[in-house]
């Protein structure tokens, strides 16, 4: 995780660059743009924000409910402990894509309210991530595998679901308050993710309510 602490530190120094000091990177609102390195721009920041949000919605509401609900409940943990910081990371550097390329787009200083509004909701869905990538998925990772240990000895967590873990749970104060912990964690780590998504769903509704007025006006002229 080394590496990757570095280069998303970079990543976000060079996004915060461009939001606060966008002329430094060549971008200003009174001077004339060569067309193409505004689409160049324009299609990272969609590619980028695209797949965020594709990838949010996907793991949030389709794929981790599918895997929990038809893998072994230790494979299923596994599992998520290999991809939760990958899809956090890969999320991560996506959202500070999407802000370093619509703060280039839409220099802070010269930014109606909307778009610095939009700036908002991409900085904040890159925060949640970086605080899920950070400091709730470590958290969470480590309280599984202590669970799991416990779950061995008792002789589950090679079942489907819960049912279980409530079981043994009532007998076993340790199993006990290890779920109290991790259901806390890990809805913190959750509720990240929903703040993230929903933040990423706002700049959806902007870009289609962008392009519904591009396209009214293209009907009109």
């Not at 925060?127 to 470590?138: E, I, K, R, S």
Request: net charge positive; hydrophobic share 50%; glycine share 8%.
């Amino acid at each position: 995780m080394g590496w990757l602490s570095r280069f998303l530190t970079a990543v976000t120094f060079l996004a915060v660059g461009v939001i606060f000091s966008p002329e430094s990177f060549g971008s200003k609102s009174d001077s004339h743009h060569s067309p193409k390195i505004f689409t160049y721009i324009k299609l990272a920041h969609l590619l980028c924000f695209s797949t965020a949000w594709g990838a949010a919605l996907w793991v949030t509401f389709i794929g981790g409910i599918i895997m929990f609900k038809n893998l072994p409940r230790h494979q299923f943990g596994n599992l998520q402990s290999k991809m939760f910081p990958a899809y956090f990371s890969m999320v991560g550097v996506c959202c500070a894509v999407s802000v370093a390329s619509f703060g280039y787009l839409h220099p802070w200083k010269t930014s109606a309210t909307t778009e610095k509004y939009q700036l908002g909701f991409l900085l904040s869905a890159f925060a949640f991530n970086l605080t899920n990538l950070f400091v709730f998925t470590p958290m969470t990772i480590e309280m599984m595998k202590q669970r799991h240990k416990v779950e061995r000895e008792e002789n589950i967590g090679g079942e489907v679901g819960w049912s279980k873990n409530v079981e043994v749970a009532k007998v076993n104060p340790k199993l006990a308050a290890m779920n109290k912990k991790f259901g806390m964690i890990h809805g913190l780590s959750s509720l990240a993710n929903i703040m993230s998504f929903g933040s990423l769903a706002m700049h959806s509704w902007y870009l289609a309510d962008f392009e519904g007025k591009t396209l009214a006006l293209a009907l009109v002229y």
